[in-house]
Nanobody, 121 residues
Framework: VQLQASGGGLVQAGGCLRL?????????????MGWFRQAPGKDREFVAA????????YYADSVKGRFTMSRDNAKNTVYLQMNSLKPEDAAVYYC???????????????WGQGTEVTVSS
């Protein structure tokens, strides 16, 4: 299984970025996909998840209303549209795959390499 995250970069506070995660080596439409993030010195935390069909999403309170997760099963890709970015959103963002619709890092056996998001104030 390979998960390749991309789209990170440097953005000013209030700006936006769109992260992508391309998956291979798994039956993509059978997996829940999640986005997590990890800031320096902090634990990895849940950001968003999307169910197998894309019909249901769940967000951390800290990003609700600003971030939108979507998936394209035909392209084996998930996206995270991040708007109104804040300095506290700065982190390395990871995509992950799971059989479970869950917020726990421990429920996700497959992880991408991460893409870094930097938000300047």
């Amino acid at each position: 299984v390979q998960l390749q995250a991309s789209g990170g970069g440097l953005v000013q506070a209030g700006g936006c970025l769109r992260l992508s995660c391309a998956a291979s080596g798994l039956t993509f439409s059978s997996y829940v996909m999640g986005w997590f993030r990890q800031a320096p010195g902090k634990d990895r935390e849940f950001v968003a998840a999307i169910n197998w069909s894309g019909g249901s999403t769940y967000y951390a309170d800290s990003v609700k209303g600003r971030f939108t997760m979507s998936r394209d099963n035909a392209k084996n890709t998930v996206y995270l549209q991040m708007n109104s970015l804040k300095p506290e959103d700065a982190a390395v963002y990871y995509c992950a795959a799971s059989r479970y619709y869950d917020t726990s890092v421990h429920k996700y056996p497959y992880w991408g390499q991460g893409t870094e998001v930097t938000v300047s104030s």
